[in-house]
T-cell receptor, first 113, second 113 residues
Framework: GAVVSQHPSWVICKSGTSVKIECRSL??????MFWYRQFPKQSLMLMAT?????????EQGVEKDKFLINHASLTLSTLTVTSAHPEDSSFYIC?????????FGEGSWLTVV | GNSVTQMEGPVTLSEEAFLTINCTYT??????LFWYVQYPGEGLQLLLK?????DKGSNKGFEATYRKETTSFHLEKGSVQVSDSAVYFC????????????FGQGTRLTINP
């Protein structure tokens, strides 16, 4: 069965608005989750590491004020894209580590119009 | 630094053909190696993995052997099916570190009947 659940799978928002994506670990606690972004025909790039109870760690070049990450509980991390623009349209996917394996959520397709 | 280089796609084969997708890596430390598959419209799924040198990961007829001497983890399948059409990502993680994944650029595979 699924290890990680992500919601929503698809979202369309207007330019200038904010959108929140949730990542949940199912039946286990995850102190660390990872957020990736995949532009069309490109590989996944790590955006940030979400740490439960503390600030997220962002990769170089990722705007922390634009991509707000909140890991408020051991089973939930959220990514909020603030003041979204069409260039933020992408596939966002989270992952968690269970044992020695990293599992991914289903991903969220964001389209900003 | 850590990096993964994959065979450039797209790759198009006929059903029942033999498949090889090359993957080489550069890593500090002792990485674990993974192949992930992304079917159309879906998130990433772990296909197989190997955690130490000479290990062979296998799943759904796919195999890959962790070759430390050549720093490679090539994906192979003896007889592909139309349902194998997807994007395949080679990845590594350094378990001693942040445990985040570094991906190759992905290889799009199309199998024709």
């Amino acid at each position: 069965g699924a290890v990680v659940s992500q919601h929503p799978s698809w979202v369309i928002c207007k330019s200038g608005t904010s959108v929140k994506i949730e990542c949940r670990s199912l039946d286990f606690q995850a102190t660390t989750m990872f957020w990736y972004r995949q532009f069309p025909k490109q590989s996944l790039m790590l955006m940030a590491t979400s740490n439960e109870g503390s600030k997220a760690t962002y990769e170089q070049g990722v705007e922390k004020d634009k991509f707000l990450i909140n890991h408020a509980s051991l089973t939930l991390s959220t990514l909020t894209v603030t003041s979204a623009h069409p260039e933020d349209s992408s596939f966002y996917i989270c992952s968690v580590k269970l044992g020695n394996t990293i599992y991914f959520g289903e991903g969220s397709w964001l389209t900003v119009v | 630094g850590n990096s993964v280089t994959q065979m450039e796609g797209p790759v198009t084969l006929s059903e029942e053909a033999f498949l090889t997708i090359n993957c080489t890596y550069t890593a500090t430390g002792y990485p674990s190696l993974f192949w992930y598959v992304q079917y159309p419209g879906e998130g990433l799924q772990l296909l197989l993995k190997a955690t130490k040198a000479d290990d062979k990961g296998s799943n759904k007829g796919f195999e890959a052997t962790y070759r430390k001497e050549t720093t490679s983890f090539h994906l192979e399948k003896g007889s592909v099916q139309v349902s194998d059409s997807a994007v395949y990502f080679c990845a590594l993680s350094i378990l001693q570190g942040a445990q985040k994944l570094v991906f190759g650029q992905g290889t799009r595979l199309t199998i024709n009947p």
